[in-house]
């Protein structure tokens, strides 16, 4: 069944040849739970982004807990995050039974955390930091280590946006304590559902692959193997694993990860020229370009002038066939939280929060598909002034 309605949809996928004869392989060799292939993404994702190393799980979600846990995150804890992210990026943090503290953006240029607002919710309960690399965009992530580093707080970067993307040369991902990825089905790497948790540090990788399998001391691979007969449980694990259908997968996308993000860069760069002499907001338009860094233009973020409807725009360019979403709703602002932590104010982020609309923006989109997204935000624009 084709489910794809749009004309140009948010994103999409270009599954090949490739990608077919990988899963068919992974089910000719009859071995389907976390095994060799599995082992050869986490290998190859660990090369590929410079990490000593990579821990495979089911998706991002999970990644952050485990990221959580094995820095011993829990009770009693505080961790600093933005509002302006998807949603797991809190949960993570509440599994564990901490607290969050959420933080603003930096302003309308740079929608990722603001140091200053780090600074400003340290209490002596913090305990971590978690950043999130908005729309691969990297986070000001030396100011951010150095605040850290004078409050001794762990770093954890949700990179869910930000699979090939680098600072300075060096990875997101690789920046803090631990780095987690996602390949969920609309992001620039994908699996389907699946993820990725990366760190330098020995003891942070042996305890997030222990969790992931129930702390048992051996695997069913092991076992199989002949290496062991039995198992001990050491902790209390999760059932994290990922398959090898889905590693199968990631190893074909990984192959393809630059030329993607290359094609996402040339769409983004598309956009922004085309834009630059409307009153649209172009969000890391200037910053992408004056710093050295290398993004992973995971989304294409705008911010509407204030005598524009959303509604009526977003509306406008539905009728077109071209599907646009909002990244993102606060999560401070989502009732289950809001009912938890009252008397928040996040000026910026809320102010961002109710301007922003997502374009579509995937490595497969085509030319024509650009153009035709650009005239119809011309369009909708005209027709949607308050
Ligand atoms: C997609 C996403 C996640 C969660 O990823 P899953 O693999 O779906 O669990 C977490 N954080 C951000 C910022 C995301 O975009």
């Not at 794809?4 to 949809?9: D, Q």
């Not at 979600?61 to 829990?74: D, E, K, M, R, V």
């Not at 280590?145 to 997101?172: C, F, K, T, W």
């Amino acid at each position: 069944m084709a489910v794809n309605i749009w004309r140009v949809p948010l994103s999409d996928l270009q599954f090949g040849d490739k990608e077919n004869q990988a899963v068919l392989n992974v089910l000719h060799s009859r071995w389907l739970t976390m095994g060799t292939i599995t082992s050869e993404f986490e290998l190859r994702f660990a090369e590929e982004i410079n990490s000593k190393h990579a821990v495979a799980v089911t998706n991002a979600t999970a990644a952050l807990h485990l990221a959580c846990l094995s820095l011993g995150i829990g009770e009693g804890d505080e961790v600093i995050l933005p509002s302006l992210s998807f949603v797991a990026t809190a949960n993570a943090v509440l599994y564990c039974g901490a607290t969050v503290r959420f933080a603003d953006i930096i302003g309308s240029e740079e929608l990722t955390i603001s140091p200053q607002s780090i600074e400003d919710s340290i209490t002596p309960r913090t305990k971590a930091i978690i950043v999130m690399h908005y729309a691969g965009f990297p986070c000001r992530m030396n100011e951010i280590l150095e605040i850290a580093s004078r409050h001794r707080l762990v770093v954890i970067e949700d990179s869910a946006h930000a699979p090939g993307a680098a600072l300075n040369g060096q990875s997101l991902g690789t920046w803090g304590d631990i780095g987690c990825f996602s390949f969920f089905s609309n992001k620039n790497l994908v699996t389907g559902e699946g993820g990725m948790l990366v760190t330098n540090q020995d003891d942070l990788a042996e305890r997030a692959r222990l969790l992931r399998s129930h702390a048992m001391t051996s695997l069913t691979l092991d076992r199989h193997l002949g290496h062991a007969f039995s198992y001990d449980v050491v902790d209390l694990g999760y059932n994290y694993r990922i398959d090898e259908m889905r590693s199968a997968l990631g190893l074909v996308g990984l192959e393809q990860l630059d030329k993607n993000n290359a094609r996402r860069e040339f769409i983004t760069r598309t956009y922004w020229r085309a834009f630059s002499d409307s009153r649209l907001g172009l969000p890391f338009k200037e910053s992408a370009f004056e710093k050295n860094q290398s993004c992973a233009y995971h989304i294409f973020p705008i911010l509407l002038p204030s005598n524009i409807s959303r509604d009526g725009f977003m509306h406008h360019l539905r009728e077109n066939g071209i599907q646009t979403s909002i990244h993102y709703p606060p999560i401070h602002k989502f009732s289950f939280y809001q009912n938890r932590f009252k008397d928040i104010s996040m000026p910026i982020t809320e102010r961002v929060a109710s301007h922003q609309v997502t374009l579509p923006l995937f490595s497969s989109m085509n030319d024509e598909q650009l153009d035709f997204v650009i005239n119809s935000v011309g369009e909708a624009l005209e027709e949607s002034i308050i």
